[in-house]
């Protein structure tokens, strides 16, 4: 069979399907490519176990009847390289041959049977899915994702999960140091209460994949989450722990309320990491009568800096608390005003957007003896 | 740092026999042995009185061997708790000579005499005043290495002032190849019997010959160490006190030799159990974590070693046993291939210090913390068999055995 298109064109796809290739696997079969080629129209998969995606997009294909292939994993080297822009591609189902012609330059490449590799069906949502537009679940994840704990050894932290209570969806990660929180209401979720744990690295991915355009729905499939968009079908894995209760640590009483710039923290607090710590990242904060003090010291030297508070309730107040943990969340948070409740030397500090109860941003101040 | 330097190395002579014989005059002239409970298999000599010395008793002898040699030998049980006394008295006897005292081991002390000459004369004056000193208030036999760094002064003691009349001897930059250089390779600091074989096929016989050795050949060959080695053979030494000292604080750990060799997991797990416990207890101590946790086990043949080292690191800083014997255990596992093992050690290296500490949410991590340190109290007030793991009570455990012990020995 012969494909026949834009060098630009299959490159999309390509570039698509390549996030769900292994980085390093000990199945063979999983470093190439699946293609499967209609009459009208070609498809494109991937899969590293943890997350698969699959793209399809109409053409014309010169073929007799359905054809199946891997491609092996240089294809998509070859394909970038190409000289021109028209490509020409044919490939004998029979004995796994493919010939790539663009320009006077010639490959011949050898793929594999099919019958190996793990093929993920695209499944239609049993239930009514939720919908999102691109732009805001590339928002939700934006604001999640950062706090995704890296350390193996205890998995259910390396997610994001995804809670739905009530036609109300939290979205919630924690490194176990920082906790951030989202809540957005649901409307159309026809899978009633759950919990869904999504692999931090499936979501970087995913969001690489989202356009601001695009439709979303969502929905989940056996152990799976699905995400369906454009011509894309992407899954994802689930982690199948249990995830602590939230609830419980989210501080009840308030100690002292500060409402503060965020730029104005932002650029102090950047000043303060450049004399932290290496090791602790402490920065120190105190809370004055009207204003707030914030300074750092290690043995490059120390720094300190006073700026002035929108507004102020509760005590006066000093905490340690590490800077990266406080600059991170800033950065996510789209208001001009932050609030920062502080509930004591040992309980966590809220950060939140001003007059944005959605959103919650918990960090565990660092302990002095 | 300049060359002016004047360190001491003041080495008590027989230093356990001494100290019985100062106790009890009436082992006077004869000779003491103090060594190990032979029936425990650690029945080695620990120190051989002078008298005990001349009928060819060393240090680390079997008690066996020791008594073919001489059959009327006074045989001593060690008291650990006492040599540690008289070695703290004379510590407080050397800081009446300089502020700058470094216990180097229990009979080994460091004397940086540097600026010291208007206050006790020349060295080798202050030197004899020491030995006076030592030996009016301790009744033990000091001997004195003088140098410009703790090389020279090591050498000039082990090599020179342990085997003259006087117990004196002074090495500077300029005597050192005079004296040290004809000495055979393996009196050099740092060539033990392995590197001395090791040498010797080299050609290297004496340590005139090690210093003639071109540098980057005993780098390319053993790094770092054969570097140092082949300054140690000039008589060069960077090190300070400060910086011996602050060596000594980048890790804490903990090993022992067990009375037998442990064949069975389960045995080597009680016992790294107590292991890790008290590396855990001393870096709480000291009020710091680990970042990383190192093991070791060693067959009981020094000479054609079996076993392994290993270490791996910490996910956070840590000095809970809870949480760093696991990690332990899961090195024993990976590492160990089943040869019987005589020795084992644990060790937690890139310390950091507690008093600066991030909770974390989810985690029962601060009442384990409180547990860990409520043990400690209880064990500090009522001895360390007051509360102890259950499976210190199984065959492997030694935690008993070792209770009244101080290094291994009777206290």
């Known amino acids: ?369 | 740092m300049s060359a002016s330097r004047v360190i001491f190395l003041a080495d008590m002579e027989s230093f356990y026999a001494s100290v019985e014989i100062a106790r009890d005059s009436s082992l006077r002239g004869k000779p003491v042995v103090v060594c190990g409970d032979p029936r425990q298999r650690r029945g080695i000599v620990l120190a051989a009185s002078r008298e005990a010395k001349l009928y060819g008793i060393k240090t680390g002898m079997l008690v066996g061997k020791c008594l073919q040699l001489c059959p009327d030998a006074v045989l001593i049980n060690p008291h650990m708790q006492r040599y540690l006394d008289v070695s703290v008295r004379v510590t407080s006897l050397l800081e009446e000579y300089t502020d700058r005292v470094f216990p180097y081991s229990i009979d080994e002390q460091f004397l940086d005499m540097t600026g010291c000459s208007g206050l006790w004369g020349t060295p080798r004056e202050a030197a004899r005043r020491i030995i006076n000193c030592v030996r009016e208030d301790t009744g033990i036999n000091c001997r004195i290495g003088i140098g410009e760094n703790f090389l020279q002064a090591k050498m000039a003691c082990d090599c020179f002032a342990k085997k003259n009349r006087e117990g004196v001897f002074e090495l500077d930059s300029s005597s050192y190849c005079r004296y040290v250089w004809p000495l055979p390779v393996k009196e050099l600091f740092g060539v033990g019997s392995r590197m001395e074989h090791h040498l010797l096929r080299m050609g290297i016989r004496t340590i005139e010959h090690l210093a003639a050795t071109p540098r980057e050949r005993l780098k390319k060959r053993w790094g770092i160490n054969g570097e140092i080695l082949w300054l140690n053979a000039r008589g060069i030494d960077y090190s300070t006190m400060e910086g011996a000292v602050e060596e000594r604080r980048k890790g804490v750990g903990h090993s022992l030799t067990l009375p037998r060799d442990y064949c069975n997991q389960k045995e080597l797990e009680v016992v790294l159990r107590e292991v890790t416990e008290e590396v855990c207890r001393r870096a709480r101590s000291l009020g710091t974590q680990g970042k990383t946790v190192s093991l070791y086990c060693r067959g009981a043949d020094f000479d054609y070693p079996t076993g392994f080292s290993r270490q791996v690191k910490l996910p956070a800083p840590s000095a809970l046993t809870m949480e760093v014997f696991p990690r332990v255990l899961h090195l024993l596992k990976r590492h160990w291939d089943g040869t019987p093992v005589r020795a084992v050690g644990v060790s937690l290296s890139g310390l950091v210090k507690e008093h600066m500490r991030q909770p974390v949410f989810f985690s029962d991590r601060e009442r384990k913390l409180a547990l860990s340190r409520a043990m400690d109290e209880v064990r500090e007030r009522f001895g360390t068999t007051s509360l102890f793991w259950f499976s210190s009570l199984t065959p492997g455990g030694q935690l008993f055995e070792r209770a009244n012990k101080i290094g291994g020995h009777e206290a």
């Open chain 1, 1 to 369: 069979m012969l494909i026949k298109d834009k060098k630009e064109n299959i490159c999309n796809h390509l570039d698509i399907v390549e996030k769900a290739l292994p980085s390093k696997t000990t199945m063979h079969v999983l470093n190439h490519i699946f293609l499967e080629i209609k009459p009208e129209e070609i498809t494109f998969l991937t899969t590293n176990l943890e997350m698969g995606i699959k793209t399809t997009y109409g053409k014309e294909v010169e073929v007799e009847e359905d054809g199946k292939v891997l491609l092996p994993p240089r294809f998509i080297d070859v394909i970038k390289s190409l000289p021109q822009e028209e490509v020409s591609i044919d490939i004998n189902i029979e004995n796994k041959k493919i010939e790539i012609e663009s320009g006077s330059s010639k490959f011949n490449l050898t793929g594999m049977g099919t019958e190996e590799y793990p093929v993920f069906f695209e499944k239609e949502p049993e239930e009514d899915p939720v919908l999102f537009t691109g732009s805001e679940l590339k928002d939700i994840i934006r604001k999640t994702i950062f706090a995704v704990s890296k350390d193996e050894s205890r998995p259910v932290f390396t997610g994001v999960l995804f809670s739905i209570e009530n036609n109300t969806l939290s979205v919630i990660s924690s490194d176990t140091y920082r906790l951030v929180m989202q809540e957005k209401p649901l409307s159309g979720w026809g899978y009633g209460d759950g919990s869904y744990i999504i692999p931090g690295k499936s979501l970087r991915e995913l969001y690489k994949l989202l356009k601001d355009d695009s439709r979303v729905a969502v929905f989940p499939q056996d152990n799976q989450l699905a995400f369906s968009f454009d011509n894309i079908y992407f899954y994802s894995r689930l982690i199948d722990e249990k995830y602590p209760e939230v609830k419980g640590v989210i501080p009840q009483k308030s100690v002292t309320r500060c409402l503060v710039n965020k730029e104005i923290l932002e650029n102090t607090l950047n000043r303060a990491s450049l004399l932290v710590d290496h090791s602790t990242q402490a920065a120190n904060i105190v809370v004055n009568e009207e204003n707030m003090e914030i300074k750092a010291s290690s043995n490059i030297g120390i720094m300190e800096e006073q700026l002035s508070l929108n507004s102020k309730e509760g005590e006066e107040l000093e905490i340690y608390v590490n800077v990266r943990f406080i600059l991170e969340v800033l950065r996510v948070i789209d208001k001009e005003n932050i609030l920062i409740v502080f509930s004591g030397k040992e309980a966590p500090c809220i950060i939140k957007p001003e007059e944005d109860e959605s959103f919650l941003y918990l960090v565990l101040p660092i302990k002095i003896e």
